[in-house]
C-alpha cells in the first residue's frame, strides 16, 4: 500500500516584473506612456511579446472560470511547449499564478522551486514556451480572461500530475 505524502504550503507572493521574469512577462501600466491621438489616449507600448513556432499562429480567446476559495489544492502542472500564452482579466479581478521551472531533465516541473503569486486585478501574465504552471485560478468574481494563445498543429500542452499536493491560502 503507498503512503500518502502529505499536503505542503505552498507561499503566496505579490506579482512583480522582476519576480516573475524567469518565467514569462507582467502586463501592467508602467514607465511614461506615449501620449496619443490628439492627447486623449495614453499608449503604453510592448508590455508583452507572442510567441509560436513556425507552424502555429496566435489567437484571441475569452476564457470563463469559476473563482476558487478558501485552501485550494494544486495537483497539476501543465506546460505548452510550442508557444507563449498570455491572461488578462477583463473586469479587474485578482487571480494567483502558480509556476514551477523545468527539472533537469526538463521533462517535469522542478517542485522543489514551485512558486504562486498573487495579481492586483490589473495584472495580465504572458508565460514563456515551455514554462510549466497551474490552470488559470481566479480569485475574485468577473471571471472573464482574454487569453492570446497559440494554435496548431502539434502536441502544444503537457500536463502532470503533482506526487505531493500543495495547499494555497486564497488571500
Known sequence: ???EIPAQTLKVEILTREAFEPFGDVLETRDTPLVINQGRCQKYSDLTSVTTDDQGYTTIHI???APINHAYQLDLLERHPLGSQTFMPLAGQRFLVV??????DDAT????????????????????PGVWHHPLLSVDGGEEYLVI????PGDNCDEVLMSAPYIVEVP
Open 149 to 152: 494563445d497559440r494554435q496548431g
Open 109 to 128: 516541473p522542478d517542485l522543489s522551486s514551485i512558486r504562486c503569486f498573487l495579481t492586483n486585478g490589473k495584472q495580465g501574465v504572458t508565460y514563456h
Open 99 to 104: 509556476v514551477a521551472p523545468g527539472s533537469s
Open 1 to 3: 500500500m503507498d503512503k
Open 63 to 65: 476564457y470563463k472560470t
